[in-house]
């Protein structure tokens, strides 16, 4: 089975810290993708990554970036937290050619 | 670009009921279709998918849908929900690079 871990499940920061969300998958897959999640709103695309040291910006990556220095880690950071980055951020990986994602069980990030 | 409705942000149902969980999309370009489950504090669980064939599509837990071109539809269906089927589904899309995740609807079953 594919496994995609995330760093931590809860995490609280305050305004202005830089926030660093760990992603891991043991699958060796080539895709990467960061999410947010928030009611009502689904799933927003922040970054992707199609390779190391590669990136993509999605739908909202203003106050984020990425790093992907090996494979099968992609980290998302947050330069300046702030209160609406509070938030459900979701890693998720896939293999190139296939098309379905697996996800991680989601870091919930608070900013106070 | 794609993009997905979810037409239901919430749908109660009781107990051995059957449901449909309703989504229609939009693409100018030959898509793939997913349905995927998040129970609470958990990360999204693939559910099953539409990529080429048959238009009706069997997936985990009893679930199924039914891909239809014409109505740019793809509605998930179970015969008979059970109490632990109450989660939030999420219907996504992909064409091309693009993967466009729905709103999502929260089915509560109930006693």
């Known amino acids: 089975d594919v496994k995609v871990t995330q760093s931590s499940r809860y995490l609280v920061k305050r305004t202005g810290e830089k926030v660093f969300l760990e992603c891991v998958q043991d699958m060796d897959h080539e895709n990467m993708f960061w999410y947010r999640q928030d009611p009502g709103l689904g799933l927003r695309l922040i970054y992707f990554?199609?390779?190391?040291?590669?990136?993509e910006k999605g739908d909202i990556p203003e106050g984020y970036s990425v790093s992907r220095e090996k494979k099968e880690r992609f980290s998302l950071i947050l330069e300046s937290a702030s209160t609406n980055q509070t938030s459900m951020y979701l890693c998720a990986s896939t293999p190139s050619g296939r098309y379905e994602q697996y996800f991680g069980p989601g870091t919930r990030l608070t900013v106070t | 670009a794609q993009s997905v409705t979810q037409l239901d942000s919430q749908v109660p149902v009781f107990e051995e009921a059957p449901v449909e969980l309703r989504c229609n999309y939009s693409?100018?370009?030959?898509?793939?279709l997913f349905w995927y489950v998040q129970y609470p504090n958990q990360g999204l669980q693939l559910l099953l998918k539409?990529?080429?064939?048959?238009?009706l599509v069997k997936g985990i837990n009893g679930f199924e849908a039914e891909f239809n071109k014409s109505q740019t539809s793809f509605h998930l269906r179970k015969p008979s929900v059970h109490i632990s089927d109450t989660a939030e589904y999420f219907c996504?899309?992909?064409?091309?690079?693009?993967?466009?995740f729905g709103p999502g609807t929260r089915l509560s079953v109930l006693p």
């Open positions: 693409s100018s370009v030959s898509v793939y």
């Open positions: 990554s199609y390779d190391v040291k590669m990136k």
């Open positions: 996504a899309v992909s064409g091309g690079q693009n993967f466009v």
């Open positions: 539409y990529l080429s064939g048959s238009t």
